[in-house]
T-cell receptor, first 112, second 117 residues
Framework: GDSVTQMEGPVTLSEEACLTINCTYTATGYPSLFWYVQYPGEGLQLLLKATKADDKGSNKGFEATYRKETTSFHLEKGSVQVSDSAVYFC???????????FGKGTLLTVNP | SAVISQKPSRDICQRGTSLTIQCQVD?????MFWYRQQPGQSLTLIATANQGSEATYESGFVIDKFPISRPNLTFSTLTVSNMSPEDSSIYLCSAKTHSGDSYNEQFFGPGTRLTVL
């Protein structure tokens, strides 16, 4: 079945540091890929998405590229802020059933 | 996009009782889902709520424990029955819109934080 493996945290960075959270997936065909973010005390929000190979999703300075050859969708940001502190979830979905399969989540803490 | 609300936002319940969680979407949606997020864990899909028919449950989840209703295109309920402390989790509703997007974006409600004593 489908699965998502993401880098386990927690990850602690200083403000303005570079961020990479690794995500790889196992699935047949061409699923859609997502990064969701959960800020402290809040619900889940879609951060960015990509629907086909080589697509790059971007939002709020975050980027992730759909790499079919390595089955990866790593999340990157060049300069993190304290306000980026949250839990980040990588996920995939199929157009056949639209169910989301999530990774375990990575807690990011950014210190001033 | 879609705005999703859930009620209650949180509750503390006694073992053996049941709680019904409501999910309301501000627009008609094609599909609605219920997820569980246990403390410190990722989200696990409980079931797909089908409008006008029985929900489709994932492995490990059964209708007697988690009955689901979806009477129309904007509303669904999840009941957690005969609760035990192991049911303490955040329960989230999500929806996929009619937008005809080429991708499978889902929107999530704020969640219901359930504590069972």
């Amino acid at each position: 079945g489908d699965s998502v493996t993401q880098m386990e945290g927690p990850v602690t960075l200083s403000e303005e540091a570079c961020l990479t959270i690794n995500c790889t997936y196992t699935a047949t065909g061409y699923p859609s890929l997502f990064w969701y973010v959960q800020y402290p005390g809040e619900g889940l929000q879609l951060l960015l998405k990509a629907t086909k190979a080589d697509d790059k999703g971007s939002n709020k300075g975050f980027e992730a590229t759909y790499r079919k050859e390595t089955t990866s969708f790593h999340l990157e940001k060049g300069s993190v802020q304290v306000s980026d502190s949250a839990v980040y979830f990588c996920a995939l979905s199929r157009s056949s059933n639209y169910k989301l399969t999530f990774g375990k989540g990575t807690l990011l803490t950014v210190n001033p | 996009s879609a705005v999703i609300s859930q009620k209650p936002s949180r509750d503390i319940c006694q073992r053996g009782t049941s709680l019904t969680i409501q999910c309301q979407v501000d627009s008609q949606v094609t599909m609605m889902f219920w997820y569980r997020q246990q403390p410190g864990q990722s989200l696990t899909l409980i079931a797909t709520a089908n409008q006008g028919s029985e929900a489709t449950y994932e492995s490990g989840f059964v209708i007697d424990k988690f009955p689901i209703s979806r009477p129309n295109l904007t509303f669904s309920t999840l009941t957690v029955s005969n609760m035990s402390p192991e049911d303490s989790s955040i329960y989230l509703c999500s929806a996929k819109t009619h937008s005809g997007d080429s991708y499978n974006e889902q929107f999530f409600g704020p969640g219901t934080r359930l504590t069972v004593l």
